[in-house]
C-alpha cells in the first residue's frame, strides 16, 4: 500500500517523491476539517503512484544495488517459511561449526521436496552478527556441501538462495582454507544427478554466491544483483576511487536484466513495486511460481541428463575469438 | 660459480658498463636484478640458470610460462594447444581504460596472447597435459580464455587419460569480463569433476601468488597440491582482510608454508626439484607393474589355498 511505503525510508532514487509525499500527509492531516480537498488528495496519490512506476522503470544499477541490498529485504529464512511453514532445519558441518550464515534445510515447494540450501543476513543488530552480515565461513559452504550430498543421496532436487556480499575476508576463514570450501562446491554441484535451481535473491557476490550457484537454472529476483567482485571493490582496484561504486555496477553488467541478456541468467522474477521488502507474501509467491515450473519442466531429464544439462550450461559460458581451424 | 667469482664478475660488468656508453634505464634494469627478499642485486644471467631462485636467500622470483616450460618440460617436447584463442570484449568494458587497450597493454609486456600456455609435453619422461599460468599477463588474471583454454586441457588430459598437471599464478578472477570471468570458476571445476570421476590424477601447482577465483576453483582441487617456497596463496588479499579485521596479520599469514602447517597442500618444494617430483607423482599413481611370476604359478597358488579351505574348516 501506498501509505506505508511512503513512511519507509526513502531509497537514495526515491528522492523526487519526497515532495509529493510531503504534500499528501499535509492533506491528509486536514482531510477530517475540509472534506472538499479528498478529489485533489486522490489527485496526488494518482501523481504519487506515476512518478514512482516512472522512477522504478529506469532505474541505474547502482538503484539495484540499494534495493538489492535493503535493510528489509526478505532473506532465506523468510522465503522458507512462506513455502512450507513445516519446513525442517538441519545443522552444522559435522566437523566443528555451525554457521548461521548458511541456512540448510528439507522443504516442500509446492509438489517439490527439496534440499533447499541458501544465506542469510539477519534482521537485528545481534542476528546480523551472528550471521556475519551474510557471509559464511569455509565451516558455512561445508554445511552447504552436506546438503548438496544428502540431496544426491536421497535424489531430490537442490533450490539454493543467493544473498551475499561474499566469502568472508578473515584470518581464520583463510585457515580453513575457505579457497577449498568453495571450490568443492564448484565441483561437486557440478557432478549431481539432481536438479538444481538456483535464485538470487539479494546480492550474488563473487566466489561466495557462486558456491551454492551452479546450477542447471538460475533466476534472479528483478532487483537483485550478481557479479564478480563488489562494486566498491572494483571501483577501488580499477578506479581507484571509492566515489566511482556507480560506474563499477554500470561497466561489470551485475543487473538482473543484463545477466539476462548476456545468457548467464534463465529468468527474471518479478518483484512487487518498491521492491521485494515492500511485500514479502507476493515476492515469495512468484519466486514460489518461477522454481516450480523449472522444477517440473527439470523432471524430465534423467539423472545423467540432469548433470549433463548443467556441465554443459556452464561449458558454453564465456566470450573469446578463436580463429578458424584450416 | 661461486661466490667470490660471480662477485668479482659483477663487479667487471659495472665497471664496463661505466667505461662504455651508460647503460640506458631499461638495459639496466635488463641487466640486473634487485633480489625482492634479501635486496641484493644478482646478475640476470645468473638468476636465469638459477631458475630465478635467489641464489643467496632462496627467494623464488615469479617466472613467465615460457620460462617455466622451459624448466619442467622435458627438452623440445612441449606442444602448445589452443594457443591462437585470445579475449573478446563482451561487456565492451571501460574504467579509466578500455579493457580493449588494456588487453593490448598486457600482451606487450608479456609477449603472450592470455594469461595461461597449455599444452602437453613430457616431464622426467612421463606425458602429462601441463597448463602454465603467467602473472605477467594481465595479472594471470582469469576470463573467458584462461577458463576455456583450463577447460580444454583438461578434457584432452580426460580423453587420452593424461596426467594433470596446472601451475597456478593469479590475482583471481578478471573484473573486466564480470559476470563471465566469475563463472569461468564454475566451468573449469565442472570440468574437473569429470576428470576425477574418471581416476585421473590432476596435480595442482601454486606458485607467487595465487589468488582469489583461481584459488576457489581449478587450483584448490589438485588430488595433489604443491606449492612453491614463499608463495603467497590465498582467498582473499591480505591488504582486504587486515581492513576487515582491523588488525596486523602474522608476516607469513598465506605463505606457503603457513599453508603447509595449516593443512591445505601436500608439498612445499624448492624449484630445483620440481620436476622430480613431479615425475615421482605421476609414476606412484600409474598401475603397479604386474608381478614378474608367471600366470600359471599364480593360479596355481590360488588353487592350493582354495583347496585348503575346505580342510582347514
Ligand atoms: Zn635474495
Known sequence: MAHTDRKQVPLEFEQPLQALAQQIENLEKQLADNPAIESDLARLHEQYDLLRRSLYSKLRPIDHLELARHKQRPYTRDYFERWDSEWIEMHGDRKGADDPAMVLGLLRIGGHKVVGIGTQKGRSLRDKQQCNFGMPQPEGYRKALRGIRHAEKFNLPIVTLIDTPGAYPGMAAEEHNQAEAIAVNLMELAGVTVPVVAVVTGEGGSGGALAIGVANRILMLEHSVYSVISPEGCASILWRSPDKVSEACQAMKMTAKELLQLGVVDEVIDEPLGGAHNDYDTVATNAKMGLIRHLDNLRNLNRSQLREDRQKKFRNIGAFYEPAAV | ?313
Open chain 2, 1 to 313: 660459480m661461486d661466490l667470490k667469482e660471480w662477485f668479482a664478475n659483477r663487479k667487471k660488468a659495472a665497471d664496463n658498463s661505466q667505461s662504455k656508453q651508460p647503460l640506458t634505464n631499461e638495459e639496466y634494469c635488463a641487466l640486473w636484478t634487485q633480489c625482492f627478499h634479501c635486496r641484493e642485486l644478482l646478475y640476470t644471467r645468473d638468476l636465469r640458470s638459477n631458475l630465478f631462485v635467489c641464489p643467496k636467500c632462496q627467494y623464488h622470483f615469479r617466472i613467465g610460462a615460457v620460462d617455466r616450460i622451459e624448466q619442467l618440460a622435458d627438452p623440445g617436447c612441449f606442444q602448445e594447444m589452443d594457443a591462437d584463442l585470445s579475449s573478446a570484449d563482451p561487456l565492451g568494458f571501460v574504467d579509466t581504460d578500455a579493457y580493449k587497450n588494456r588487453q593490448d597493454e598486457a600482451s606487450r609486456k608479456s609477449g603472450l596472447k592470455e594469461a595461461v600456455v597449455c599444452g602437453t609435453g613430457k616431464i622426467r619422461g612421463r606425458d602429462a597435459a601441463i597448463g602454465i599460468m603467467d602473472f605477467g599477463h594481465f595479472g594471470g588474471s582469469m576470463g573467458s580464455v584462461v577458463g576455456e583454454k583450463v577447460t580444454r586441457l583438461v578434457e584432452h588430459a580426460l580423453k587420452h587419460s593424461l596426467p594433470l598437471i596446472v601451475i597456478s599464478s593469479s590475482g583471481g578472477a578478471r573484473m573486466q569480463e564480470g559476470i563471465l570471468s566469475l563463472m569461468q570458476m564454475a566451468k573449469t571445476s565442472s570440468a574437473l569433476k569429470s576428470f576425477s570421476d574418471a581416476g585421473l590424477l590432476y596435480i595442482s601447482v601454486l606458485s607467487e601468488p595465487t589468488f582469489g577465483g583461481v584459488t576457489a576453483s581449478f587450483a584448490m582441487l589438485g588430488d595433489f597440491i604443491i606449492a612453491e617456497p614463499g608463495a603467497r596463496i590465498g582467498f582473499a588479499g591480505r591488504r582486504v582482510i587486515e581492513q576487515t579485521i582491523k588488525q596486523k596479520l602474522p608476516a607469513d599469514f598465506q605463505t606457503a608454508e603457513y599453508l603447509l602447517n595449516h593443512g591445505q597442500v601436500d608439498m612445499v618444494i624448492e624449484r630445483a626439484k620440481l620436476a622430480d617430483a613431479l615425475g615421482a607423482l605421476i609414476d606412484l599413481h600409474q598401475p603397479s607393474a604386474p608381478p614378474k611370476h608367471s600366470d600359471a604359478k599364480d593360479k596355481s597358488k590360488q588353487k592350493v589355498a582354495a583347496q585348503s579351505t575346505p580342510t582347514r574348516a
